[in-house]
């Protein structure tokens, strides 16, 4: 296994890849085209699923993803032509990775995260089915109190758990502690939670043996909640971001692929961009930056190829483009050579705006 978890993850850290999530649940694509008034009229059916996901994952982007996170549903799904989706990924050599976890669950006012009874089960399944990675998502309201300290260690615990069931199936494991940026918390909130969590995560990797040279983290970038009154530039967001890190991340691990958090495609472009460049300046004396810093996007890298699809078939080539033009720009930005303009459509800013994202009765 350690052998196949050392290729994969390579493969995933190579320069100038990042990772597609495209990994939302039915019930949250449902929402997404309730919500887009360009898609109110599409049936959230199987079939509906299958033809987006058809868009994404047959567009030329082998050159900017590593990795394509799919939910389970989209594994086992195929073109029109037949051609199983997992080929299609591999054809243009990208590895497909699959959520693993089956959602959240409420506890009080904060959440836990669903699936790790039958984990060990299910990952070995997923890995005969083609995928060569996972992804596990804790999700962390924040507060003047919150999250409690009871939550993040149960939350911490249980991604600790999952990195090493997968392992142990041959499964690279993503392990994303979101900090959910719907509240009004400042800057210095936002690192304050953002340094708790990213301890006791690191502790608890550390407690299991996960061996972190073939782990990889999806966390969020330290900034103020979307209602804050606080904004932060993409520079401070980046000092920020990697002051966190130092404090709370070792050398060893292999990659951070940051998580877009409801940042438009723009937003998230620039502030991927500002990282990289300060870690370049910041690390140049320790001969180069601890880890990659990529990205692991899914509305940055789909709201204006939604948009600009409306369920119909003769949009299916701008689409692919776009994303193709989107995936470009994200591979750039991970090396801090991204240059403007940027693809996303003035119109759309472009993001799918989605609300609360912890516990809403169903998997998310």
Known sequence: MEALLSESVAHLCARGKGILAADESPGTLGKRLKNTPQLRHLENAEETRRQWREILLTSDTGSCFGGVILHEETLLQS???????????????????????????????????????????????????????????AALKVSDVLPSRECVEQNAEQLARYAKVCQEQGLVPIVEPEILITSDYGMARSRDVSTLVLREVFKRLAAHGVDLKTCLLKPQMVMPGSE????????????????????????????????SGGLTEEQATVNLNELNLAAKERYAARGGQPWKLSFSFGRALQASVLKMWRGRPENAEACRAQSLRLAKANSSACEGEYNPPHPSPSDAGSTLVETFRGHSGAAV
């Open 79 to 137: 073109t029109k032509e037949g051609k199983a989706f997992v080929e299609c990924l591999r054809e243009r050599g990208i590895l497909p990775g699959v959520k693993v976890d089956q959602g959240l669950e409420p506890v009080g006012e904060e959440t836990v995260t669903k699936g790790l009874d039958t984990l060990s089960e299910r990952c070995a399944a997923y890995r005969e089915q083609g995928a060569r990675f996972a992804k596990w998502r």
């Open 228 to 259: 804050s009154a606080e904004k932060a530039s993409a520079q401070e967001v980046a000092r920020a971001t990697l002051d966190v890190f130092d404090e709370c991340l070792t050398d060893d691990l292999a990659g951070v692929f940051f998580l």
